[in-house]
């Protein structure tokens, strides 16, 4: 039997499942619109369309290098305790090397890849949506690559709610890249260097302090200088090499990396949940409706 739009349409309105799975799901039970729904329900893919509307703002960040790449993932769950289930992190450690290996250049892309035979990476993660039983969801990644000189450093803070990679340029000591990159986790810089910043938002930033020390009442022939010594402040809250080195605050990270002859080619840092709008919940209501399942 010919499957048509419109029993896609239905099928999708029945379960909420995406059009390619429900027009799979139809191809594979001949058309039978009830043994359609239990394919997807099977597969756990109708299971996991109702919790799609679901906020995903917990999980876990991961890094993983091999030879010259590596990759910086974050993988969300809706609460922390999934992110400590070990199904989960298990889940997590596999689709880093599966984004590794096969180098997708989206989310969308990934998902769309075979995983594993005749299943793809989305239908992976709706069908341990369905074994764990919350929304989970492949939120974003980058693969990189380094020259035979350079060297990674990997840092997970919080057993992976902030993750950092960083490159270090003419050097093999992957401990000093490790201390870099949880430098970087902790004190969270923009960039790595001055000449990174653009000119508009140092112009703004220029702008504003200039404002602030007219309104304090400074002299005008001494506004300039102020504002050229507070903005060297601004530097050092954006920029890596400006920052006092949290393993040793008396050198700044750009002196010190260039004193062990090497330097910061790049970071990627990553913390779970950022600039995910999370739901705010009543905890009581939460229990309850929990209780009523």
Not at 47 to 58: G, H, P, S
Not at 190 to 208: C, G, I
Not at 216 to 231: S, T, Y
Request: aromatic share 6%; net charge negative.
């Amino acid at each position: 039997m010919a499957v048509t739009a419109s029993m896609v349409k239905e099928l999708r309105e029945k379960t909420g499942a995406g059009m390619m799975d429900c027009k799979k799901a139809l191809t594979e039970t001949g058309g039978d619109m009830e043994k359609a729904v239990d394919f997807l329900r099977e597969k756990g893919i109708a299971k996991a369309a109702k919790k799609a509307d679901r906020v995903a703002a917990e999980g876990l960040t991961i890094v993983k290098s091999e030879g010259n790449k590596a990759v910086i993932a974050e993988i969300n769950s809706e609460t922390d305790f999934v992110a400590k289930n070990e199904n989960f992190q298990k889940l997590v450690n596999d689709l880093a090397d599966f984004v590794l290996k096969n180098e997708p250049n989206t989310v969308e892309e990934a998902l769309g890849q075979e995983f594993t035979a005749g299943q793809t990476v989305e239908e992976f993660i709706n069908s341990s949506i369905a074994k764990i039983g919350e929304k989970i969801s492949l939120r974003r990644f980058v693969v990189v690559s380094k020259a035979d000189g350079d060297t990674f450093g990997e840092y997970l803070h919080m057993g992976g709610r902030i993750g950092v990679l960083t490159i270090l340029e003419g050097t093999s000591d992957s401990e000093l890249a490790k201390d870099i990159a949880m430098h970087i986790a902790a004190i969270n810089p923009k960039y790595v260097s001055r000449d990174q910043v653009a000119q508009d938002e140092v112009d703004r930033e220029r702008e504003v302090l200039k404002q602030q020390a007219l309104n304090e009442g400074k002299p005008e022939n001494i506004v300039e200088k102020m504002v050229e010594g507070r903005l060297g402040k601004f530097f050092e809250q954006v920029c890596l090499n400006d920052q006092a080195f949290v393993k040793d605050g008396d050198q700044k990270v750009g002196k010190y990396v260039k004193a062990k002859g090497a330097e910061v080619k790049g970071f990627i840092r990553y913390e779970v949940g950022e600039g995910i709008e999370k739901r705010e919940d009543n905890f009581a209501e939460e229990v309850m409706s929990q209780v009523k399942k």
